[in-house]
C-alpha cells in the first residue's frame, strides 16, 4: 500500500494496521487523522487572555453610557480604553469612516469640476485621514 502521505505510512507501520485487514486499514487512517486534527489545533490555537473585572452598578451604568455616546459596546469601549489609552478612542470610528468616504467622493466630483473649494475640502479630507490612523 502506497499512502499519500509518509507521516500517515509511518503511523499504519508503527501501529501495525499497514498488514491488517482493509478496516484496519481504515480506522487506523481516521485514528491518526483525529491525532493529526487536534496536534494542529493545539500547535494552531490563538492564545486568548481574559480578564473579568467586576463593577459596581453605578460604574457599570456610566460604562454603559460612555460606550454608548462612542457608539461601541461596553466590553468594546473597555478594551479600546485599555489599549488605546494614551491617544484614547475613536467615538463611533465607523461613522467618521464614512465621512471621510463621502469627503472623499466630493474632492473628486469637484476636482473634476476645477471648483475653487476644492482645494479645502481635500485638506479637510487629509485632516480627517490623519485623524484616524493616528487614532
Known sequence: MKARSPKLA???EDTGALYGSPEDIARAKIAYRKEYKASHKKQNAKK???LRPQFSSQDYACIQHKA???GLAPTAYLK???INYDTGIVPH???LLHILQIVSMATIQLEKE???GAQALFEAE???MEYLQNH
Request: aromatic residues 14%.
Open 10 to 12: 509511518q503511523y499504519l
Open 48 to 50: 486568548w487572555h481574559e
Open 68 to 70: 454608548y455616546d462612542a
Open 80 to 82: 479600546a480604553i485599555a
Open 93 to 95: 470610528r465607523d461613522t
Open 114 to 116: 476645477n471648483h475653487p
Open 126 to 128: 487629509q485632516l480627517l
